[in-house]
């Protein structure tokens, strides 16, 4: 069996310090043809990519996300040289470099020309680059030209979490996930209460704030019609209260984003996604399965067409969606651009 080994794979995996399972599930969808040398050994403190070097050669794939946070991290310029040797190395010791590319650099907007010269390598010394959004490959050529020939496009993956019986709708709107300035929920809110939309829908925002500063900027927002919550929500909840909202909202910055687990979550357990047109969500727009709008200008007339409690969605392309997009069916689409034999 191969041999791989996966960054980032810390004691507990987080984004933007909210659990994220995408790890955990991109490692037990490729299980059946990687060994993952690092998966019971998680890396704990600042050790972050300097932990490759315990495995460096003695595997044969190397799978990278979120490497954008490099330079963010403790020893951050340190663990970017580690970052520039390992894609070096991979010529040598002919290890494949496999590069997810999540985001456009990074949300918070730090360190980006080190960032650009991370990005700029991965396009060059990477054996194959992965994103989940068809946008990805643009920007990847717009970085570097020539390297949308190593760049492929799945949607990212989901699992089938929709309930038998859908409890009785008793929200509007729901925004859910973690509470960051790269949401844009801040401005969506000073937009959607000047509009007097407060007075039209209920909307019900809930998720784990990455700052309490944030945090502090939009409860002044909530009133009768607008709850918001700065809390973790477990898998039981979100369903419940994803069933009783009409649609699920995403307002995003369209600066950083390519894809969302968020997105991805939300439609696992068969919500309405109403969202910017960009990245992933401009992908399964024209798919069927989100509904998308240019600008907060757009929402008032949009919301008007996809907010009610009595409509009922024709889910045959998420249907579709879901079984196509399986985490073990992306597992053997990655197989196959490795050029490795399916068992």
Not at 33 to 45: L, M, Q
Not at 102 to 118: A, P, Y
Not at 243 to 268: A, C, E, P, Q, W
């Amino acid at each position: 069996m191969k041999k791989a080994y996966i960054y980032p794979n810390s004691s507990n995996v987080k984004e933007h310090e909210v659990y994220n399972p995408y790890i955990i599930d991109f490692i037990n969808s490729l299980s059946p043809y990687f060994e993952f040398v690092n998966h019971k050994n998680p890396t704990n403190g600042g050790v972050g990519i300097l932990d490759v070097f315990k495995y460096l050669f003695r595997v044969d794939v190397i799978f990278l996300h979120w490497i954008e946070k490099v330079p963010e991290r403790k020893g951050g310029l340190i663990q970017t040289l580690v970052l520039f040797f390992i894609l070096f190395a991979s010529m040598i010791f002919r290890y494949k470099v496999v590069w997810t590319m999540h985001n456009k650099f990074t949300h918070s907007g730090e360190k980006q020309k080190l960032t650009r010269m991370i990005f700029k390598s991965l396009l060059k010394r990477s054996y194959l680059v992965l994103t989940h959004s068809s946008q990805g490959i643009k920007f990847g050529e717009s970085l570097v030209r020539g390297s949308s020939k190593k760049i492929v496009y799945f949607p990212h993956p989901v699992k089938d979490r929709r309930p038998s019986k859908s409890p009785q709708k008793d929200t509007d709107i729901l925004i859910w996930g973690t509470i960051a300035p790269y949401k844009g929920i801040k401005k969506f809110l000073e937009f959607y209460t000047q509009n007097n939309l407060d007075k039209k829908y209920t909307l019900h925002i809930v998720g784990k704030a990455t700052s309490t500063k944030y945090f502090n900027k939009i409860i002044p927002f909530q009133r009768k019609s607008i709850q918001i919550e700065n809390d973790f929500i477990s898998n039981e909840e979100l369903s419940n209260l994803i069933h009783r909202s009409g649609i699920v909202l995403f307002t995003y910055s369209k600066n950083s984003i390519l894809s969302s687990g968020v997105l991805m979550d939300s439609i696992g357990f068969g919500a309405r996604i109403l969202a910017p047109d960009v990245g992933a969500f401009s992908d399964l727009q024209k798919l069927d399965v989100v509904t998308t709008y240019k600008s907060f200008i757009d929402l008032p007339e949009v919301l008007d067409k996809e907010v009610s409690r009595s409509k009922i969605p024709d889910d045959t392309a998420l249907d579709k969606f879901l079984i196509n997009n399986s985490w073990n069916r992306y597992a053997e689409n990655v197989i196959q651009q490795l050029k490795y034999s399916i068992r």
